[in-house]
């Protein structure tokens, strides 16, 4: 684990009360992880790969099926 010295103002050290208040976290390094998790999920996700893009876009070209409500969806899927 690596440890740091770090300056947050007092808007950020609000914000990482307010956090660990919300998750029950117990300390504030939990919190800036938990930040970071956040940051890496939303902002940081990597691209799709290409053999992935490709097979979706197979998939898009095939025609859809009309089951037209949940019991013909059903009588399609034998349940």
């Known amino acids: 684990m690596v440890q740091a010295f770090i300056n947050i103002d007092e808007h950020t050290n609000r914000v990482l ?10 300390n504030k390094s939990s919190a800036i992880e938990l ?5 890496e999920e939303e902002i940081l996700e990597p691209e799709l790969r290409p053999e992935y893009v490709d097979k979706v876009k197979k ?5 859809s099926v009309n089951v037209g ?3 013909g969806l059903k009588k399609r899927l034998g349940l």
Request: proline share 0%.
């Open 59 to 63: 998939i898009m070209r095939q025609d």
């Open 35 to 39: 930040m970071a998790l956040q940051y």
């Open 69 to 71: 409500n949940v019991e």
């Open 17 to 26: 009360n307010i956090l660990k208040a919300k998750y029950g976290l117990t």
